[in-house]
C-alpha cells in the first residue's frame, strides 16, 4: 500500500524559513516525477514544485528564488526548503507522488506574527 508521510510544517513568523519533508513507501515502482502542492483556505489547490527523477525542477512563479525541491531518491523522499516565508503563503501543503495521482495527507504551514 502507497503511502506518503509529510512532515515539517508549523507556524514561523514573516520572513522565517521552513523544510518540508515527505516520505513514500509502499511502492512496487520507481518513483519518476514527486511534487510539493499547496491549498489556501478559499482558494483551489495549486502546484509549488516538481522534481523528476533526474533532478530537473519547475516551480510556480511566486516559488522562484524562495522556494527550493530536492530529492533523496534512495529514500525516496522529496523536501521543500522554504524561506523569507510571507502571511500570503499560508496554507495545507500536499506531497504527491505524480506518476500515480496519489496524495499524501496534507502538512499545515502557518506564517504569523
Known amino acids: 500500500q502507497v503511502q506518503l508521510v509529510e512532515s515539517g510544517g508549523g507556524l514561523v513568523q514573516p520572513g522565517g524559513s521552513l523544510r518540508l519533508s515527505c516520505a513514500a513507501s509502499g511502492m512496487f515502482f520507481s518513483i519518476n516525477v514527486m511534487g510539493w502542492y499547496r491549498q489556501a483556505p478559499g482558494k483551489q489547490r495549486e502546484l509549488v514544485a516538481i522534481?523528476?527523477?533526474?533532478?530537473?525542477?519547475n516551480y510556480a512563479d511566486f516559488a522562484k528564488g524562495r522556494v527550493t525541491i530536492s530529492r533523496d531518491k534512495a529514500r525516496n523522499t522529496v523536501f521543500l526548503q522554504m524561506d523569507n516565508l510571507q502571511p500570503e503563503d499560508t496554507a495545507v501543503y500536499y506531497c504527491?507522488?505524480?506518476?500515480?495521482?496519489?496524495w499524501g495527507q496534507g502538512t499545515q504551514v502557518t506564517v504569523s506574527s
Open positions: 522534481i523528476g527523477s533526474g533532478g530537473s525542477t
Open positions: 504527491k507522488i505524480l506518476d500515480i495521482n496519489f
